[in-house]
């Protein structure tokens, strides 16, 4: 068996978990995209970077005088999915929290064409059932499981994401569609929490 541990933070003699700042000194990242895993909706993180104009996507690596890997430019954490809904996105958007105290804003984005949108929820359950013997119902909500109207499904994620307690009441909360042959992006809603 590989031992990687040398590998590991919390094993470095110099990393204390305890007291630990966060990496916003190494990568200076904003905001998470939550997209589809679909390779025609790849420049999402591109148009999301140049709508809000203070993105920086794909960024570079820095590297310290020994060559080693040690932050980047990129301010914009991508998060791919199927239909990339919300919900397959949540346990990542707790630890981006932890791991990153100046996330700003949490941007979710459907596209056009999505095969979330070939089928309807009871015929994904449905198959689990008939082909893999597998019951399936009960693991999501069936507004998770596909996409039957895109407004409607942007914003159950956009509501299913603010009110997670995975979210810091402070995240700015976007939804967009983007259109996969022109490559617009319209945004759909904002959840802006009130400053205090």
Same mark, same amino acid.
């Given at each position: 068996?590989?031992?990687f541990?040398e590998h590991e933070?919390?094993?470095?003699p110099w990393?204390?978990?305890?007291?630990?700042?966060g990496?916003?000194?190494?990568?200076?990242?904003?905001?998470?995209?939550?997209y589809c895993?679909?390779? $025609?909706?790849?420049n999402?993180?591109?148009?999301i970077?140049? &709508?809000?104009?203070d993105?920086? &996507?794909p960024?570079?690596?820095?590297?310290?005088?020994?060559?080693?890997n040690?932050?980047? *430019?990129? *301010?914009?954490f991508?998060?791919?999915?199927?239909?990339?809904r919300?919900i397959g996105?949540?346990?990542?958007v707790?630890?981006?929290?932890h791991?990153?105290?100046? +996330?700003?804003?949490?941007?979710?984005?459907h596209h056009?064409?999505?095969?979330?949108?070939?089928?309807?929820?009871n015929?994904l359950?449905?198959k689990?059932?008939?082909? !893999?013997?597998?019951?399936?119902?009960?693991m999501?909500?069936?507004?998770?499981?596909?996409i039957?109207? &895109?407004d409607?499904?942007?914003?159950?994620?956009?509501? +299913?994401? $603010?009110s997670?307690?995975? *979210?810091?009441?402070?995240?700015?909360? &976007?939804?967009?569609? !983007?259109?996969?042959n022109?490559g617009?992006? *319209?945004?759909?809603?904002s959840?802006?929490?009130?400053a205090?």
């Open positions: 068996m590989t031992n541990s933070f919390r094993k470095q990393f204390d978990q305890n007291n630990f700042p990496f916003d000194q190494a990568i200076p990242m904003k905001s998470i995209v939550i895993f679909d390779p $025609r909706a790849a999402i993180p591109n148009a970077a140049a &709508y809000f104009g993105e920086v &996507y960024g570079e690596n820095i590297l310290d005088e020994a060559g080693n040690v932050g980047s *430019t990129q *301010t914009l991508t998060l791919s999915n199927a239909g990339g919300a996105a949540l346990q990542s707790a630890t981006m929290n791991l990153f105290n100046n +996330l700003e804003r949490l941007i979710v984005v056009s064409f999505c095969g979330a949108t070939s089928f309807e929820p015929q359950i449905e689990f059932h008939d082909h !893999y013997h597998a019951d399936i119902s009960n999501w909500n069936h507004d998770d499981l596909a039957l109207d &895109y409607k499904s942007i914003r159950h994620d956009v509501e +299913l994401l $603010r997670s307690p995975a *979210t810091p009441k402070k995240m700015k909360i &976007y939804g967009f569609f !983007y259109d996969i022109s617009k992006l *319209t945004e759909l809603l959840d802006i929490p009130v205090a």
